[in-house]
């Protein structure tokens, strides 16, 4: 089951896209079975389940003696406080969700002291809830120039693009004018900031109920979970 819904997505979607399969509140089990089906970069949004299934995989080397899942990538897509760092940054790729300067600076200096420089995206609040944290456009350039200026800003981080999610909306207008906004910031800074556009590559836009659209604006990177692994149970 999970394996067919792997291979259809992998047909279906261009090769220039990257599956991010979402695998939170989902058992290790799912995971291995996503990852016998080729999948190789799975998300989670919370730092303690994060940790207790790289634990987990851990263990499961140990015993065996091997390598075992050695190309599996994690990435991180929830909201990250600045306590809990060490929890996430050891062991993922990518975090999506850089929703502050705050969050972003801690990040540096996680980065600065532990010798290494971490992926983002940058999550702009686009969507119309007002509970969805992220910032405001002008907030990203302020970053951006900082970052390429001669203070040269955030020297542990590396700006990989943007991620976003739009409205939760049946109202498919809605839903293309929040991944249109989106676009427009990835495309903007892109142009605006030649010093950081080669690495700032990604959009990470489109779940399981809008990646078909998220397509059409340009996404290079699908999180999708519900449609593979199922509902999840909160
Ligand atoms: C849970 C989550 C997803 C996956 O959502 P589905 O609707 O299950 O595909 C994608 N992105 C973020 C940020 C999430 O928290």
Redesign the pocket.
């Known amino acids: 089951m999970i394996k067919d819904i792997i291979n259809t997505l992998n047909k279906e979607l261009p090769a220039t896209v990257k599956l991010v399969a979402?695998s939170?509140f989902h058992p290790f089990e799912s995971i291995e079975e996503a990852y016998e089906a080729g999948q190789r970069i799975f998300?989670e949004?919370r730092p303690q389940e994060l940790l207790a299934k790289v634990r987990h995989l851990e263990e499961i080397r140990l015993e065996r003696g091997d390598d075992y899942m050695a190309d599996i990538k994690w990435h991180f897509?929830?909201h990250l406080q600045t306590n809990k760092l060490k929890m996430v940054l050891p062991y993922v790729s990518l975090v999506?969700?850089v929703d502050s300067e705050r969050l972003l600076t801690a990040i540096d200096s996680w980065g600065a002291a532990n010798g290494k420089v971490i992926d983002v995206l940058l999550e702009p609040h686009v969507a119309s809830e007002e509970s969805k944290q992220g910032f405001s456009p002008s907030e990203i350039y302020d970053i951006m120039d900082a970052a390429s200026s001669d203070e040269r800003r955030y020297g542990n981080i590396r700006f990989k693009g943007i991620?976003g999610?739009a409205t939760f909306t049946d109202d498919e207008s809605v839903i293309r004018r929040d991944f249109s906004a989106l676009r427009d910031i990835h495309e903007k800074v892109r142009l605006s900031y030649p010093s950081v556009a080669e690495d700032f590559t990604e959009l990470s836009i489109g779940?399981?109920?809008d990646?078909p659209i998220a397509l059409e604006y340009g996404s290079t990177m699908v999180?999708?979970?519900?449609?593979?692994?199922g509902a999840?149970n909160y």
């Open positions: 979402v939170k998300a949004s897509i929830g999506h969700s991620m999610m779940m399981s109920d990646y999180r999708i979970g519900s449609m593979i692994f999840r």
